[in-house]
């Protein structure tokens, strides 16, 4: 395993997910598709989809959702390195779609990947890029501490490190998340957040403003939603607009920005086509009811540049 260098290495929770189907309220019922979802899994999936080397990392339960995770990663061809925990289920959660917007409800609590530790990083792994985020820091003391070796030991040599925000209120609150969540982000060399999580954890309400909360960080990226993404980096402040979406189902489409821009950090691109890459990844998540779409070939995303 040592011998093999992987474009991507990610480590999270990734969760079985329901989703009344037609989208509906959850109320309403009566018919659920299932499916997989988790942040890092997200990333991992649609990485490997395009024809990148993709290790992930997690515990599930002996389950039958633990069994759907593995298949659905295998079969988007992810490198699975996941251990079976007979006495923890795997973690579940609901989606609730209405008007007002896509409600989530967790059952993950005691979950097999919340007993994830720093063990994980004892095998020999090497990647061109390490993918963290802060859903994992918020599940235990022992993940907190997983996510805090990672970025601050750099056990993978020669990695760059990536780091999503990803702040979840029912997870944990402000008082806790906002310090943490911005010690580990200034430890990394690139980070993903949401211009309204920034303001939620920090009160930044511009992308200037965010940068100011994380200085530290060689690449900052600050995603605004329908009005588009700035980068701070080596080329300075980056702006690029949002192309205009007809929104199905919002759930996974920050995931899908940072699986379409770290495919563009590994081929190189410029700056702005990297947020372009970011922008047409999360598209495909906006029109799509699953946390993971149907994405174009690679030589033809990257055509489009």
Request: charged share 15%; with cysteine; net charge negative.
């Amino acid at each position: 395993m040592g011998t093999v260098t992987f474009d991507l290495l990610t480590i999270g929770e990734a969760m079985a997910v329901a989703s009344p189907d037609p989208p509906r309220p959850l109320n309403q019922g009566p018919r659920l598709a299932l499916g997989v979802a988790g942040a890092e899994a997200n990333v991992a999936a649609y990485l490997a989809r395009l024809g990148r080397s993709v290790a992930y990392v997690a515990r599930i339960g002996a389950d039958p959702f633990g069994e759907l995770i593995s298949s659905f990663l295998a079969a988007s061809g992810v490198a699975c390195f996941l251990e079976v925990c007979p006495d923890v289920p795997t973690g579940v959660y609901f989606k609730d779609p209405s008007p007002a917007g896509t409600r989530v409800h967790y059952y993950r609590a005691g979950s097999a990947a919340s007993t994830m530790d720093s063990s994980v990083w004892s095998q020999p792994w090497a990647a061109r890029i390490v993918h963290l985020s802060g859903i994992t820091p918020a599940l235990s003391s022992s993940c907190a501490a997983l996510v805090a070796h990672g970025l601050a030991a750099r056990p993978v040599a020669g990695a760059l490190y990536s780091f999503d925000v990803n702040y979840r209120s029912r997870l944990w609150p402000v008082s806790r998340a906002a310090t943490e969540l911005a010690t580990l982000a200034n430890q990394a060399d690139l980070v993903f957040v949401g211009l309204d999580e920034a303001t939620t954890l920090w009160g930044a309400r511009t992308p200037g403003e965010v940068r100011d909360v994380l200085p530290k960080c060689a690449t900052l990226v600050v995603k605004d939603g329908a009005v588009g993404a700035t980068s701070f980096g080596s080329t300075g402040a980056v702006f690029v607009p949002a192309p205009s979406v007809d929104v199905v189902e919002p759930v996974g489409a920050g995931d899908a920005f940072a699986a379409g821009y770290l495919f563009g950090v590994l081929h190189g691109v410029r700056e702005e086509d990297r947020l372009r890459l970011g922008h047409a990844l999360a598209a495909v998540a906006l029109t799509t009811v699953g946390d993971v779409g149907a994405v174009p070939p690679p030589d033809i995303l990257l055509a489009a540049l």
